[in-house]
């Protein structure tokens, strides 16, 4: 069973940086597509950044040129470097990853971004 596990969320101030980690259990490079998605209270979960295997990262328009995703295949590990931070950042962050039909998920970890 692959699972998904995210660490490195907490609480940071606007402008502040964060870098959030998504640990595989399997090869990373075994997945089609890795990416990270978010859910803000009352609101739907959405694509954040995403990578497929062969190709360079896709941002979603909200953070663009302020998040940056990375891969380190030894570590099996996915990263979400946040830099700039706004409170409208502020969600639980789900690392997701797809090999197929197959889509899998972590359980999600909480960014908030206050002063």
């Known amino acids: 069973q692959v699972q998904l596990v995210e660490s490195g969320g907490g609480l940071v101030r606007p402008g502040g940086s964060l870098t959030i980690s998504c640990a595989a259990s399997e090869n990373i490079f075994f997945f089609n597509t890795m990416g990270w998605y978010r859910q803000a209270p009352g609101q739907e979960r959405e694509l954040v950044a995403s990578i497929p295997v062969a190709d360079s990262p896709k941002y979603a328009d909200s953070v663009k040129g302020r998040f940056t995703l990375s891969r380190d295949g030894a570590k099996k590990t996915l990263y979400l470097q946040m830099n700039s931070l706004e409170p409208e950042d502020t969600a639980v962050y789900f690392c997701?990853?797809?090999?197929?039909?197959?889509?899998?998920w972590g359980r999600g970890i909480q960014v908030t971004v206050s002063s």
């Open positions: 997701h990853a797809r090999v197929a039909s197959r889509v899998y």
